[in-house]
């Protein structure tokens, strides 16, 4: 069976070393003849929405998903008019903009940071009266990574961001005081099977992701249901296909939703030794409706992302326990190049391993 896999970065990449195991073949589409999944499967290099490579991708393929949710949701439509397409293009409609994903959310009764819609100065004062100060200011489409948002913590900072971000299509949203950020994995098959992976929490740097803890250290079983049942409701609306993460702020034992991404997920990584079935290879079986695996922890993981960086892969294997995962892209500032997972029986072991990859790494995790 040849799954089709929309882009062609690490998470296609990762999604295809799950899959061969089970029998599958893979084929890429990406406008980039450098994209790395292209040096584990054949990759049509091609805009998305160039006719003629979608038609090329299209071929023979049994099924087809995406790897990240900035592809054209026109192309997603396209496509699944030719085969059978995972998670439905309405997801990716509702992810790629922040204003309507946050609006979804909140119509499912899951509560969120104050928001509200900035297309010019007017609105950003009446948002700035209805949200208040500090804020974030962020664009609706093509944000991540901390790119396309700017902190205001007075009016003037405010206005300053409204013309550095363009002045429209935009979201003022009120800076949450948080506690730390959590994510929830959750997986629903094409029979409609659902499991969930455990609370994890989540340490950025820059606006990137660089430290993932699993489990969630003293994350209670309630919040994990909270969590779970926030997820649910956003599987069964989406009528949903595939591995869905959903991002939290957690205030207390409460949970504002932050965002979602509609693919597997940077901070699902630890569950490729972490975990008794990876996040890759229980959203191909949720593609292809087999039994989803077991989401249980094998003990305790941690998540290192190698953001421009190179470490000496020596060195890193000598940590008891450290896997490492380099994904063959060029190293550049600021680019998400490898990671490394770590993993041990105990709570307190991990926080040992976690000082030695630190200092390897020069970073204080």
């Known amino acids: 069976m040849r799954i089709g896999v929309l882009g062609g970065g690490q998470l296609g990449r990762m999604l295809a070393l799950a899959g061969y195991p089970l029998g599958l073949s893979f084929r890429f589409l990406d406008p980039s003849p450098e994209a790395c999944a292209g040096q584990v499967g054949p990759l049509v290099v091609g805009e998305f929405l160039e006719e003629g490579a979608l038609l090329r991708f299209a071929e023979g393929l049994d099924l087809a998903t995406y790897e990240f949710e900035n592809v054209p949701v026109e192309a997603a439509r396209r496509l699944a008019e030719a085969v059978p397409l995972y998670p439905p293009p309405r997801a990716l409609e509702v992810a790629q903009d922040r204003l309507r994903e946050k609006t979804f959310m909140q119509g499912l009764g899951v509560p969120t940071p104050p928001f509200h819609p900035v297309e010019g100065p007017l609105d950003l004062e009446e948002g700035l009266r209805r949200v208040g100060l500090p804020a974030l200011l962020k664009t609706r489409r093509g944000g991540y990574d901390g790119k396309g948002q700017a902190l205001a913590r007075t009016e003037e900072e405010a206005r300053e961001a409204l013309k550095a971000l363009g002045g429209q299509g935009l979201l003022l949203e009120a800076f949450v005081p948080f506690d730390r ?16 992976y455990p ?17 969630a250290p003293g994350a209670s079983e309630a919040l994990r249901r ?22 939290f702020f957690q205030v207390g034992e409460e949970l504002l939703f932050n965002e979602m991404a509609p693919r597997v997920h ?13 996040q890759f290879q229980n959203h191909l079986r949720a593609l292809l409706g087999f039994p989803l695996g077991s989401t249980a922890s094998r003990g305790y993981s941690a998540m290192v992302n190698l953001i421009g960086e190179r470490p000496d892969f020596g060195e890193v294997l000598r940590v008891e326990g450290a896997h490492l995962h380099w994904y063959g892209k060029a190293v550049r500032p600021g680019r998400k190049v490898g990671h490394i997972t770590l993993r041990r029986d105990g709570l307190e072991a991990l926080g040992e391993g976690l000082a030695q990859l630190a200092s390897l790494l020069g970073d204080r995790l």
Request: glycine content about 10%; proline content about 1%; aromatic content about 6%.
């Open 199 to 215: 609370l994890v929490e989540n340490r950025h740097r820059g606006g990137i992701l660089r430290l993932s803890l699993a489990p």
């Open 226 to 247: 909270k969590a779970e049942g926030y997820a649910l409701r956003a599987l069964e609306a989406l009528d949903y296909v595939g591995v869905l993460a959903l991002e």
């Open 181 to 196: 950020e959590v994510s929830l994995l959750a997986v629903r098959s094409r029979t409609g099977e659902v499991a969930f």
């Open 266 to 278: 940077n901070s699902g990584h630890w569950t490729i030794e972490g975990a008794e079935t990876s």
